[in-house]
């Protein structure tokens, strides 16, 4: 069984960084893409940014400038460092998997954070 663990979350000040975690367990070998989705209240998920195997990476333009995703795959984990972070950047995080063999995709609980407007 895997599982997708964030940490990191929690309220944050206008301006202000915070840094996200995603780490697997259970049964999962080899991750292709990983990435960070966000979906705020009343709104429909949205992605935030993704890096696969290759380390290709794309952002979504709203956190462009601001947001670096990076991966450690030895410690099957994924990073978001947010920075100058903004009301709107409020929202549940989700970290999503994609396994090569599989193709399956894994997804995290969610992690909040909050930037007080």
């Known amino acids: 069984q895997v599982q997708l663990v964030e940490s990191g979350g929690g309220l944050v000040q206008t301006g202000g960084s915070l840094r996200l975690s995603c780490a697997a367990s259970?049964?999962?070998?080899?991750?292709?893409?990983m990435g960070w989705y966000r979906q705020a209240p009343g709104k429909e998920r949205e992605l935030v940014a993704a890096i696969g195997r290759g380390g290709a990476i794309n952002y979504a333009d709203s956190v462009k400038g601001r947001f670096t995703i990076s991966r450690d795959n030895a410690k099957r984990t994924v990073y978001l460092q947010m920075d100058s972070l903004k009301s709107e950047d409020t929202a549940v995080y989700y970290c999503?998997?994609?396994?090569?063999?599989?193709?399956?995709?894994?997804w995290g609980k969610g992690i909040l954070v909050t930037v007080p407007s």
């Open positions: 999503n998997f994609n396994e090569v063999y599989s193709g399956m995709d894994y």
């Open positions: 259970g049964r999962i070998f080899s991750i292709n893409r």
